[in-house]
């Protein structure tokens, strides 16, 4: 059964660093999202992504935030410079199409800003 | 922002019994619902969706029923099993222009526990 993956499964990076968090979505879904769950708090959506830009994002994701398809399966999260605040579980999603908005979720990578 | 609410953060049932779940949206624009279920130190699985044109979605032993008058849906999982303790949540998303991917707003999740 096809699956998001989502790479790293934990990530520990010192405040003020760079993380890019990768995921690969399944193959054929045209559109993709990372939210986030700080612990203890909801899951919230960070950004959705079709036809290579940006369709829309939260008040969430500032300017220290980007994604990237580079190439035809990656999708990735950077965050430029990590606050003690951005440590949370950040899942990847991925839907086929948009009326039927079914999002497939990945595992999560949990990042911890130290 | 609670535009989706799951009010109970904690249910415990029976194995066998029915579990019930409810959630809460104020948002008019939300046609579309989902359930998901997540286990610790995964991401979430989908379960079971309806369309705002639908009242009553079935899927063998889930079933999820939306009542858009008082905006409320509930799940309904027919027999509970050990196998079904996990943390659920309601979600929903909005009509976009043609094109736009459909963000989901969810709950905070409920803790079901279904015991043997």
């Known amino acids: 059964e096809p699956e998001v993956t989502q790479t790293p499964s934990h990530q520990v990076t010192q405040m003020g660093q760079e993380v890019i968090l990768r995921c690969v979505p399944i193959s054929n879904h045209l559109y993709f999202y990372w939210y986030r769950q700080i612990l203890g708090q909801k899951v919230e959506f960070l950004v959705s992504f079709y036809n290579n830009e940006i369709s829309e994002k939260s008040e969430i994701f500032d300017d220290q935030f980007s994604v990237e398809r580079p190439d035809g399966s990656n999708f990735t999260l950077k965050i430029r410079s990590t606050k003690l605040e951005d440590s949370a579980m950040y899942f990847c999603?991925?839907?086929?199409?948009?009326?039927?908005?079914?999002?497939?979720f990945g595992a999560g990578t949990r990042l911890s800003v130290l | 922002d609670q535009q989706v609410k799951q009010n109970s953060p904690s249910l415990s049932v029976q194995e066998g019994r029915i579990s019930i779940l409810n959630c809460d949206y104020t948002n008019s624009m939300f046609d579309y619902f989902l359930w998901y279920k997540k286990y610790p130190a995964e991401g979430p699985t989908f379960l079971i969706s309806i369309s705002s044109i639908k009242d009553k979605n079935e899927d063998g032993r889930f079933t999820v029923f939306l009542n858009k008058s008082a905006k409320h849906l509930s799940l309904h999982i027919v027999p509970s099993q050990p196998g079904d303790s996990a943390v659920y949540f309601c979600a929903a998303s909005a009509v976009r222009s043609s094109g736009s991917a459909r963000q989901l707003t969810f709950g905070s999740g409920t803790q079901l526990t279904v015991l043997p």
């Open positions: 999603a991925s839907s086929e199409g948009q009326v039927k908005n079914i999002q497939y």
